[in-house]
């Protein structure tokens, strides 16, 4: 359940505003693993209850036409509740069964200051526009693990984790000419995460010693400082674009670890710093020889940080025979792309097809691991690694287009082929006698051909009724250690307008063929095959009514790029 309020009131100089939402939601999620080595079948069902409501409150103050300073703050409470259900079940060897259960039941607030100030200049188009955003982030999440048949094995992990960022962001505009424009800039950003952590469960460290108690403290900051500038120019015909971007960036982490093992106590740090000065330029030609046809080449340099789930290394989650952790000594990923354009205006909409080409360094990717403290159970460690250097190729068409007045389709397909090089495990042993000595590290590689498409359609049945319908394709995506299934749905859609246009209602069916699903074939360090569905098939209802006019809004902020790597889907 879904529910908002957005109000604005603007009254000379002074423009106060004011939203609510929030989302409550229930939702199943359920998978399964087979094992062919050692005949073994895992199975997933996760039940998650969500609620979260956001406050936020603003006001955009009108000094003059040329100045303007605007405040706001969001607060976000929110708990989070998940049940997890694992059974592993060997057919060979029942005694070595098992069926874990966990409840992660976790309270945090979320919240946002931010700032703006604006000047414009005598010159049209010409402003400098600061920014202050600062967020804070708290969470207490404790997640006991219990053991229907084994109810000594039960333990409970406890996570504390605490999240500061600030973003300041100093940007100016400068039109030089009629067909020319510069910008400046300048952005600070400084995070810190820290994770408290504690566990109370029984297990063996890499020497068979027994661990009855561990408690992690990982600290972790990555300050960022940057400049950029960027100079545009239209001559007739042409059009470019040149950017740079420098930024000095400052990483530090640390793991405490206190661990009481064979009833002493041991304590570690690791530490991990990463102090980099980087350059990222951009380059943007467009040649349009008439008014239907247009050229572009363009090359640009970007980076992808790690997201803070990549590098915690405090456990993530965990079932009988998987375990996730992220990697603390991630380095960031870097890429350089060159891509070359065609666009064509049709009579009733255009056609733009492109060629690219990536060069990827140190690319973050998915790596699978045995678990060395049991390897003869066949547990996994999932985690994040940083691969050898990788290129990329392929090309994307893209096309919008009105065959009738009633009917408008958006499409796009993409095709690119990518060579992966990098570390893998595996056993040159069978796996029920097999040992630490027993895995063998390779150096493994992978050709991944792969293709998406995408097809959006809007239909106006009347002049206060809209139809959509959207298709969505996947292809079969390989990596180094296991194949991505491909993937497919269907969604539709209708919105009508009513109470003299000032509200709407809409209702959207998700997944008509109920196709969507995450299923994998791994090969190391284990051959196993899995599925993992969630609840995709959704059916949504919503209305919406406008209130007075929507003449006066608050004032918009800059969309700005994080940097950072996603985590991924799924289980994997």
Do not use: C
């Not at 070595?96 to 000047?119: G, P, V």
């Amino acid at each position: 359940f879904n529910s908002g309020l957005n109000l604005n009131y603007r009254n000379g100089k002074f423009n106060l505003y004011g939203n609510y939402s929030n989302n409550f939601s229930k939702n199943d999620n359920n998978g399964n693993i087979q094992r062919t080595n050692n005949n073994s079948k895992q199975f997933f069902d996760f039940r998650d209850d969500r609620s979260s409501q956001i406050f936020k409150v603003g006001l955009d103050f009108y000094i003059n036409e040329k100045n303007t300073v605007s405040i706001f703050t969001s607060q976000n409470p929110a708990k989070n509740r998940s049940i997890g259900d694992s059974k592993a079940i060997f057919q060979q060897t029942p005694s070595l069964n098992e069926h874990q259960i966990f409840d992660a039941n976790a309270t945090n607030k979320s919240t946002q200051y931010n700032f703006n100030f604006k000047r414009d200049f005598a010159k049209e188009g010409s402003n400098i526009e600061l920014e202050v955003d600062h967020n804070l982030f708290d969470e207490d999440q404790p997640v006991p693990f219990t053991y229907p048949s084994e109810i000594l094995k039960n333990y409970t992990d406890q996570n504390k984790p605490t999240r500061e960022r600030t973003t300041i962001n100093l940007d100016y505009v400068n039109p030089l000419t009629e067909n020319s424009k510069l910008e400046l800039g300048a952005e600070t950003r400084l995070f810190n995460s820290s994770i408290l952590f504690s566990s109370d469960q029984q297990l063996l460290d890499e020497q068979g010693k027994k661990i009855t108690q561990r408690d992690i403290d990982f600290d972790y900051t990555r300050d960022i400082y940057s400049l950029y500038a960027t100079y545009g120019k239209r001559l007739e015909k042409w059009t470019y674009q040149l950017g740079l971007r420098a930024e000095s960036v400052r990483v530090d982490a640390v793991a405490n670890e206190n661990s009481l093992i064979d009833g002493t106590r041991k304590l570690a740090t690791v530490p991990f710093e990463n102090h980099y000065t980087e350059l990222y330029p951009s380059m943007y030609v467009t040649y349009s020889p008439t008014e239907v046809k247009s050229y572009q080449l363009s090359y640009s340099r970007r980076i992808d940080r790690p997201g803070l789930g990549q590098i915690n290394p405090i456990k993530e989650w965990s079932t009988p025979l998987v375990s996730s952790y992220g990697n603390q000594e991630l380095r960031p990923q870097f890429t350089n792309s060159f891509e070359l354009n065609f666009t064509r205006r049709l009579e009733k909409g255009s056609l733009t097809s492109g060629l690219f080409y990536r060069f990827i360094n140190d690319e973050i990717n998915r790596v699978v691991l045995v678990d060395r403290a049991d390897v003869s159970s066949g547990r996994i460690i999932i985690t994040h690694d940083n691969f050898d250097n990788t290129s990329a190729f392929g090309l994307e068409i893209s096309s919008n287009y009105k065959p009738y007045s009633w009917w408008s389709i958006n499409g796009s397909f993409d095709l690119y082929s990518q060579t992966q090089k990098g570390i893998a495990e595996r056993l040159n042993k069978p796996i029920n006698v097999a040992t630490e000595q027993d895995i063998e590290t390779i150096v493994n590689k992978v050709d991944n051909v792969a293709y998406n498409f995408r097809m959006y359609n809007s239909f106006t049945a009347t002049k206060k009724l809209s139809l959509t319908a959207s298709l969505f394709y996947r292809g079969l995506n390989k990596t180094l250690q296991f194949d991505v299934l491909p993937m497919y749905f269907a969604n539709v859609g209708a919105r009508l307008s009513v109470l003299k246009g000032k509200g709407n209602v809409s209702l959207g069916f998700n997944d008509v063929f109920d196709t969507m699903r995450f299923g994998f074939e791994g090969r190391l360090p284990y051959p196993q095959n899995g599925k993992f569905y969630w609840e995709s098939q959704t059916v949504q209802l919503g209305f919406n009514y406008r209130f007075g006019s929507s003449k006066f809004q608050a004032k918009s902020r800059r969309q700005r790029d994080r940097d950072e790597k996603n985590n991924g889907g799924g289980m994997f």
